[in-house]
């Protein structure tokens, strides 16, 4: 018996020498036209495949059903913003901004990627995203960053831009974040219009806003930021050389680089969260991305923005940043 | 009867079990233990484990193959501190030896083009003696890679490097010229090792080239767009698919940030660079697999929402053309 068992084994190892074996002369192309027995093993092989992918989907979803159980049990910070200003409520909030502000490490520039309006799974459309930068800026005032980018690739933002301004004048979460005894000011601006909130008066006019700091500064990026914004600028330096205006020698890494700094003079995003499933930067702005640490979190898993805007906090707080060194 | 039979099992699967223990244990940490038949456990172990590999390859490979993979090899230098070797050099050399592995597999994956990032430009800020002890490795292992190699000698790999060439020493630049010149025209999958490189100084050095063909009239400025841009830059081939980080970092360093802000499927691997393992390997391809139908798809959407924009735009700037000839008329 023993010794029909060892044979099996043997016959295994064989087979597997022999599949193996084959596999290296598919590799140097050696063996073009495939017998039976070959087409045998592929198929086997496609099967093997087949069955890693399931077990790897059912590992997955069995990881996300985890992680959202989990997460059940955590706070909800989208509940605690939104919520009514009962004591127990505002408590929490002053515990939540104390913890955000007790981080070692914050970002001064926080980037946000929200799936696109058709693929979000909270129902898409605008009211996801319009909902979805009050909970960013009401989350970077409490951690209180200064810059928050906001990113879709096709740039519903900037189409729901008066929505999102007119949430930012009216909304609740925002107003209770204080900065100096006074209301936060907060100036949206998707490279075309800006828009300043916040305060006592609702409709500041712009030497008012010079005088009081912000609090926030958002920014709306869509894919036109990117890609395109670099094209632009290359026509434009071409265009000067053209002319005579500009020699190509002049153009360097940092010639480039003040030439995109943008209008508030803010410096690339430190943070970026990838609020997706799908662990793919969407034509995000390349060269913003230099200095980036990015953090994924799925929006099937995680409880909330709110709670997934924590876990990045959370995480950047901890990371160590060595610029080559 | 049947008891004995049970013993008899019990017997083979205690032998069995046995055996196989010593094979693995001396074969895998025969370097710590002195016990007998220590070389042929050793080859035993490779040769099951390379037998395995390619087993894992072929049925890997009867789903889609990325084109175009990228590493940032990271973690060198703590995995030589883990490791208790006496200078992080040792670390590098280390990585080097996985760099070649990590080859082979992609070679034998069938994957066409694989960028690496070897030194970048801000690593010049290290100490003279680790900056040196780079430059001594990218020397040597560079000309070894395209004299001695399998991977060349036998599969035909190109090798590319890419990056400030200038910022280097006299020796590693002949290196790089020999490297590539010997490797010119083969045929098999290209490897791009970027050092000294960033990915702002390729994207810049991008403009000004194609400054410099408007300047001597191959160009009109008008003619620059994402395209054109994109052909002007230095890393060649397709689409990044894949791009992966090790050392559980969860940053892009400045490495190739163009390509893979293009939907490239991000990994970010919780080892040390020398610790990087087929495993790894496989479990990223899997996952890629899994997502490349989802990419495509999104990729695709993006496409015809981006043309649509760009009609739109173009039929906004006729009307507004119609009507600035209309006030003239």
Request: aromatic letters at 8%; glycine letters at 6%.
């Amino acid at each position: 018996m023993s010794a029909a068992v060892w044979l099996v084994t043997i016959l295994l190892l064989a087979a597997l020498a022999h599949v193996g074996g084959n596999g290296d002369q598919e590799i140097t192309g050696k063996t073009l036209k495939r017998n039976a027995w070959q087409q045998l093993c592929d198929g086997l092989c496609a099967l093997v495949l087949r069955a890693a992918h399931l077990a790897f989907t059912i590992h997955r979803s069995f990881q996300a059903w985890v992680q959202n159980s989990l997460s059940q049990a955590e706070l909800d910070v989208q509940e605690l913003l939104q919520g009514d200003d009962t004591e127990e409520l505002t408590e929490k909030r002053q515990h939540l901004a104390d913890f955000l502000q007790s981080l070692p490490q914050r970002p001064e520039h926080f980037a946000v990627i929200l799936p696109e309006a058709n693929e979000c799974s909270q129902g898409g459309t605008m009211a996801f995203e319009v909902d979805a930068v009050e909970t960013l800026c009401t989350c970077a005032l409490l951690a209180k960053v200064p810059r928050l980018t906001v990113y879709t690739r096709n740039g519903s933002l900037k189409t729901s831009f008066d929505e999102i301004a007119y949430r930012l004048r009216k909304s609740s979460m925002t107003q209770r974040v204080t900065a100096n005894g006074r209301m936060a000011r907060i100036c949206l601006d998707d490279g075309k219009h800006v828009e300043y909130s916040g305060g006592d008066d609702m409709d500041v006019d712009a030497d008012l806003c010079i005088e009081r700091p912000l609090s926030l500064h958002v920014s709306l990026w869509s894919r036109d930021n990117g890609y395109p914004a670099l094209a632009r600028l290359a026509r434009e330096l071409a265009s000067q050389a053209e002319c005579g205006r500009l020699p190509s020698g002049s153009i360097d890494e940092s010639y480039v680089a003040t030439k995109l700094v943008d209008a508030a003079g803010h410096q690339h995003p430190d943070l970026v969260l990838l609020y997706d499933d799908l662990v793919c930067i969407p034509d995000f702005p390349p060269w913003q991305l230099q200095n980036s640490e990015v953090f994924q979190v799925g929006s099937a898993t995680a409880r909330s923005l709110g709670n997934a805007v924590l876990s990045a906090f959370a995480s950047y707080a901890n990371i160590e940043k060595r610029f080559g060194k | 009867m049947l008891q004995l039979q049970l013993q008899s099992w019990y017997a083979y699967a205690g032998l069995t079990a046995l055996i196989l223990a010593y094979i693995v244990g001396n074969g895998v940490y025969g370097q710590q233990l002195s016990l007998p038949l220590k070389k042929q456990c050793a080859a035993a172990c490779t040769y099951v484990q390379g037998k395995m590999r390619l087993v894992a390859v072929r049925v890997l490979r009867q789903g889609p193959i990325p084109q175009h993979v990228g590493f940032i090899m990271d973690g060198n230098r703590r995995f030589a501190k883990k490791s208790h070797m006496e200078t992080p050099s040792r670390g590098h050399l280390a990585g080097f030896t996985k760099l070649t592995k990590v080859l082979e597999w992609c070679n034998d994956l069938g994957i066409k083009h694989v960028s690496v990032f070897a030194f970048a430009i801000n690593n010049f800020n290290r100490s003279t003696e680790e900056v040196g002890a780079l430059m001594g490795i990218a020397r040597d292992k560079l000309r070894d890679l395209a004299e001695n190699s399998e991977l060349v000698n036998k599969y035909g790999v190109r090798i590319r490097v890419v990056g400030l060439r200038d910022l280097l020493p006299a020796d590693v630049r002949e290196s790089i010229e020999y490297a590539e010149g010997r490797t010119r025209g083969n045929l098999g999958m290209t490897l791009n090792v970027c050092c000294p490189y960033s990915a702002t100084d390729e994207i810049s050095t991008a403009i000004q080239r194609l400054v410099e063909d408007v300047e001597n009239g191959l160009l009109s400025a008008a003619d620059i767009n994402e395209t054109a841009l994109e052909k002007r830059l230095q890393i060649p081939g397709p689409d990044l698919d894949i791009l992966v980080r090790t050392s559980g970092q969860i940053r892009f360093s400045n490495f190739m940030l163009w390509q893979s802000a293009k939907m490239a499927y991000i990994q970010f691997v919780d080892a040390y660079w020398p610790e990087f393992s087929f495993y790894h390997m496989a479990r990223i391809l899997v996952s890629w697999q899994l997502a490349s139908r989802d990419i495509e798809r999104r990729k695709l959407a993006g496409a015809v929402h981006d043309s649509l924009a760009s009609s739109e735009q173009l039929r906004n700037s006729e009307s507004s053309s119609d009507t600035c000839c209309g006030d003239r008329t």
